[in-house]
């Protein structure tokens, strides 16, 4: 009973430890954020191509610092297309801006 309880105690121990660091990675990865911008925007432009930065920066709005990715969208019209830029924190995965180029 106590070799058992060593040895699930020595199993969960190495497994925080190896999962620790990943389990505290809080960041949205690129690939999801600009799916998650891609859904927002759909609802209103059909989207014809995108892009996303994958090493994140660090901007300033308002006084306060966010670390963001940079992309862009492609979305088209009647009137042909249009090209958007895009920051999103890396953090929520909110959209923080839209622009058009």
């Given at each position: 009973?106590v070799k058992?309880f060593?040895s699930?105690l ?8 190896l999962l ?13 954020a ?5 859904k927002?925007v ?7 191509g995108?892009?996303?930065h994958m090493?994140?920066?660090?901007i300033?709005r ?17 009137e042909?297309t249009?090209q ?5 924190d ?12």
């Amino acid at each position: 009973m106590v070799k058992r309880f060593v040895s699930g105690l020595a199993i969960g121990l190495a497994a925080g430890y190896l999962l620790g660091p990943t389990l505290k990675n809080d960041k949205v990865s690129p690939e999801r954020a600009l799916k998650q911008v891609k859904k927002a925007v759909s609802q209103k432009y059909a989207i014809s191509g995108s892009w996303i930065h994958m090493i994140p920066e660090t901007i300033e709005r308002n006084n306060l610092s966010y670390t963001v990715y940079r992309g862009g969208l492609s979305t088209t019209t009647e009137e042909g297309t249009s090209q958007y830029e895009f920051l999103v924190d890396t953090k929520s995965g909110t959209l923080l801006d839209l622009q058009s180029t």
